[in-house]
């Protein structure tokens, strides 16, 4: 089993990777983590509520603002975890929430993710499929590259998935994903169990986020607005733009609580403005 100091190295690592944060914000973020590990005797992996209740007793003499940064990267870190298998709960909720809400995810609008989609070489068939899936079914990062060959069939629109905290669900597999995957399939080297196989197991995510930000660069688009989570908030976006129902929604991304899509599947303000100025039942409509 990793200590610790393993687990924020390997969060630290994921960071980079997906953010491209700097060496400071690395460097703040670590030693949050290792304050925090030291606190609690070297087990903040394993800590539950009543552990992060002891750390939010030794944080009230600090600023509001320390708090909340210490909180948030608490945070970042217990949901690394759960999406790594380390742990089935997420123990946060005991975390202080300091200052305003939750901040939205960012996302990408149609033409961004045509774009992505163009800058794709047309040899790069494991490339096209691992997009294909994130963007046309809103899988996480793990749950995409952990994913067994025989998940996905050419002959099933859809495919069972076990997320977070190990709850199954369905997921939708589009025409397009479906061939994707076949044809990648066709060129896949032929070793047992994974379907984006790497040396003795499956690609890594931080080589998904370093091969999804490289994409994003030949496509001209900033590599730090793009991510494997980004373009599952964008599968997202854009379905409850096309009307998608909430509920539906909420079972697609394995949400347990449905306040989370809620804030996760955020819609621009101009078109909630036009929803109101063109639907709404009090609107003239001879005007």
Known sequence: MKTDGQRIADFLAMLAAESGSSANTLSAYGSDLRQASEL??????????TELQKLSAEWEHLARSSVARKAATLRRFFGFLQDEGVREDDPSHSLPRVGGGRRLPRTLDHEAVAALFAAIPATDL???????????????????????????APDRPFTILKGKGGRE???PVSDRARRAVAAWLAVRPQVPRWLFPSGKTHISRIRLFQMIKALAA?????????SPHVLRH?????????????????????????????????VDTARLVELVNTRHPLVDRAR
């Open 40 to 49: 609690l005797g070297s087990a903040l992996v394993q800590a539950g509520p």
């Open 126 to 152: 494991r490339l096209m499929a691992l997009v294909e899936l994130l963007y046309g079914s809103g899988l996480r990062a793990t749950e995409l590259v952990s994913l067994d060959v025989r998940a996905i």
């Open 169 to 171: 669900r369905m997921v």
């Open 218 to 226: 030949n496509a001209g688009i900033p590599p730090e607005r793009v």
């Open 234 to 266: 964008a599968f997202a976006t854009h379905l409850l733009e096309g009307g998608a129902d909430l509920r539906a929604l909420q079972t697609m991304l394995g949400h347990a609580d449905i306040a989370t899509t809620e804030i996760y599947t955020h």
